[in-house]
């Protein structure tokens, strides 16, 4: 019962338009010039498939806002030069928060807007629904969800800019376990993630790193995405005597769980799974109580403040991973575009495949470039452990990206 | 002890339960209308609370009373444009009806504020209440003792004040009443605008545990009929009962099972309700 609107802004630029007009008048003036006279510039369509309405739609905004601040650079410097000079038009549609929707509107956006690739969709759940429609098609399909599933299916056009979320979920155990002095000082841990996609495989990558650290798992619960109670959560976590939580969530659920955690007084360190935990909405609703909440990433804004800051300048917030690596999705494929001189899709999928990104946004990513293997992954991306200190985001593991120190929260 | 204090926790969720559904019975009760779209102004309440906090500096326990307000007029309007010319008409077009304003609000919502999920803070947020080795968090605990002043009044109203009395007249036969000299369409009108303030009332009070987004109506629209079906449609009483049993459910299910099957053990009850004892748990109307 949810509205269906998936196409929800045509994203036609003010030069665009002037000179559509322009056209308009020309074609006016000349009467019955054939259509392919026309001196329209060349627009190449980019879709972009984003949670815009729904539980991720926090997600969905940060990321489209990324992809907008790319868009608009490159737009304004001259366009695709591979091109010459060619616009990039973004077609921005609403997947909603549903995984159906998501499958809908990438068809719609392969079939009715020839987009010549598709970025999004920021869930794991709703880019692998895309993912079926876009290998069909023959699009490539560049994300930064963490699906262990998007790029282990032997799919040839998907591209995934971050680490997998097993990978994810590992470092987040043995990055945490590090920071507290050694697997030997931690003994029970709990896990608590959202049952969808994104939170099911960085739980699996959790539950094996700490079996291999042989560290007991005292609680593992999946609960649902929109929860609205989690006190049964806290009190098994309570009475679980975990000295660690690794809770996994988005927006909503991260909320309920921090501050439940606060109520009941108990003050073992919080290591977030990504998502929820490190967006500027966390500590906007959180307030002090964010401090010292640390928080795996794929990605953040202080490792690269150069291209990061344009963002904050523009939005008036920090640049949130997930706007980062869209921002690194379009620009990889801006770059493949220039270098294959071409727009078709299986061009740009060879190019992907073939080239080394390390110009523009690709130094945002960890290692300062980008390069994916045969099944779409990106082989430099690495996970770090950032926290909240004073309403930023830190970079505090591992040594060799570490920004800051990390604090440690005395309540 | 944990099960001690997963009925605690219950009960304190239920109290919200019920003042919600009193909303969603009040309006089948009287005016025989079954309200899709009560949750969506569940979700307006909510709004209209948390601007009150944005740009006021209230706390929700006090802008839920601007909710309430707010809500009121909103639904005596809705009353009056909407629902009245739908009375007599088929069900489908009632349903079609509530079910469209169901999706006007949602997107409404959407346009007006965005999708972003906005959150209050206050003193209350990270504190609880300890005795006895229980904990009761300090915003469930408000938010119980909000939602158990407000059902007083309730039936303090319908069933000690002269007004109340006519609406239990117009619910039992409006042309009884109307031969009493009792207007049903100001009556009408009444009830549906006090149904649904009761719900944006409820919605004001939980703000501080919860977040407000325009889909938010989504997560308590099942629980809400529910809450009523269990206790039976129309029934105030049945209303507060079905929300504090709502409530001691999910919590108890929440402690014996996985908490993804916490839902699936409310709408078992639910079906089994509605197989054996349509009526609801209790008979009496009243």
């Not at chain 1, 919080?270 to 640390?294: E, H, W």
């Not at chain 1, 779409?376 to 950032?386: R, S």
């Not at chain 2, 469209?100 to 965005?114: F, K, S, T």
Request: glycine share 10%; proline share 4%; with cysteine.
């Amino acid at each position: 019962m949810r509205e269906n609107n998936p196409i929800q802004t045509a994203h036609i630029h003010q030069e665009g338009r002037r000179q559509a007009l322009k056209g308009l008048s020309a074609l006016g003036l000349a009467g019955v010039l054939p259509l392919s006279a026309m001196a329209q510039p060349k627009t190449v369509n980019v879709g972009v498939i984003l949670p815009l309405s729904g539980a991720n739609a926090q997600f969905g905004i940060n990321s489209r806002q990324g992809i907008e601040l790319v868009a608009d650079e490159i737009n304004a410097a001259g366009g695709l030069k591979g091109l010459g000079g060619a616009k990039i038009n973004l077609v921005i549609a609403d997947s909603t928060s549903t995984p159906n929707n998501a499958a809908t509107v990438a068809q719609r956006l392969i079939a009715e807007n020839e987009c010549c690739a598709i970025l999004g969709a920021f869930a794991s759940s709703l880019t692998l629904a895309i993912s079926e429609v876009t290998e069909r098609r023959g699009v490539p399909l560049i994300t930064m969800s963490y699906s262990d599933q998007l790029t282990g299916r032997g799919f040839k056009n998907v591209f995934q800019v971050t680490p997998k979320g097993s990978v994810i979920g590992r470092a987040q155990f043995n990055f945490a376990a590090e920071l507290s002095g050694g697997t030997s000082k931690v003994n029970k841990v709990a896990i608590l993630f959202e049952d969808t996609a994104f939170g099911t495989s960085t739980a699996a990558g959790l539950r094996a790193a700490a079996k291999d650290a042989n560290v007991e798992i005292v609680m593992d619960e999946a609960y649902p995405l929109g929860i609205t109670d989690v006190t049964p959560l806290v009190n098994k976590l309570r009475a679980s005597k975990a000295q660690i939580v690794f809770p996994v969530s988005y927006l909503n659920d991260s909320l309920l769980i921090v501050r439940a955690l606060r109520q009941q007084k108990i003050n073992i360190p919080i290591v977030g799974g990504s998502a929820g935990y490190v967006i500027p909405d966390f500590a906007k609703a959180l307030g002090d109580y964010a401090d010292g909440v640390l928080s795996i990433c794929s990605a953040n804004y202080d490792l690269d403040t150069v291209s990061t800051e344009r963002y904050r300048k523009r939005f008036n917030a920090f640049m949130v991973h997930e706007a980062v690596e869209h921002a690194v999705s379009l620009d990889v494929l801006i770059q493949s575009i220039n270098a294959a001189k071409s727009a078709k899709t299986e061009d740009i999928t060879r190019t992907l495949r073939s080239m080394t990104f390390t110009e523009g946004w690709a130094k945002t990513m960890t290692n300062g470039k980008i390069k994916f293997d045969e099944s779409g992954l990106n082989i430099h991306a690495e996970p770090v452990m950032v926290q909240w200190q004073k309403n930023e985001l830190a970079t505090v593991w591992p040594p060799k990206f570490a920004k800051a120190k990390v604090i440690s929260r005395n309540v | 002890m944990p099960l001690l204090q997963a009925i605690l926790d219950g009960l304190m969720l239920g109290g919200v339960y019920a003042v919600i559904s009193i909303g969603l019975t009040l309006v089948f009760g009287v005016i025989s209308i079954v309200n899709f779209a009560q949750a969506q102004f569940l979700m307006v309440g909510m709004y209209v609370a948390y601007f009150a906090w944005h740009f006021l500096g209230l706390d929700p326990i006090f802008g839920s009373v601007i909710s309430f307000i707010v809500v009121f007029l909103l639904g005596y309007g809705v009353q009056h444009l909407l629902i009245r010319r739908v009375l007599k008409a088929p069900e489908v077009a009632q349903i079609f009806l509530t079910v469209g304003l169901l999706i006007v609000l949602e997107n409404l919502a959407l346009i007006l504020v965005g999708s972003e999920f906005k959150s209050v803070q206050t003193w209350s947020q990270n504190e609880s209440l300890e005795f006895a080795g229980l904990i009761i968090s300090m915003p469930y605990a408000i938010a119980f003792l909000a939602s158990g002043v407000a059902g007083v009044m309730v039936w303090w109203l319908l069933a000690k004040t002269w007004w109340g009395r006519t609406v239990r007249a117009t619910a039992q036969d409006p042309m009884a009443a109307k031969l009493m000299g009792i207007d049903p369409e100001k009556i009408y009108r009444m009830s549906f605008g006090l149904g649904v303030a009761l719900t944006a009332f409820g919605g004001a009070v939980i703000l501080p545990y919860l977040t407000v987004s325009p889909s938010v109506g989504e997560q308590f629209g099942v629980l809400m009929f529910t809450v009523v079906v269990l206790g039976g449609l129309g029934n105030v009483l049945g209303a507060v009962v079905g929300g504090l049993a709502v409530g001691v459910i999910q919590s108890l299910s929440g402690l014996f099972l996985p908490l993804q099957l916490q839902n699936m053990v409310l709408f078992i009850v639910f079906i089994l309700t509605l197989a054996f004892r349509p009526e609801g748990l209790l008979r009496n109307k009243s």
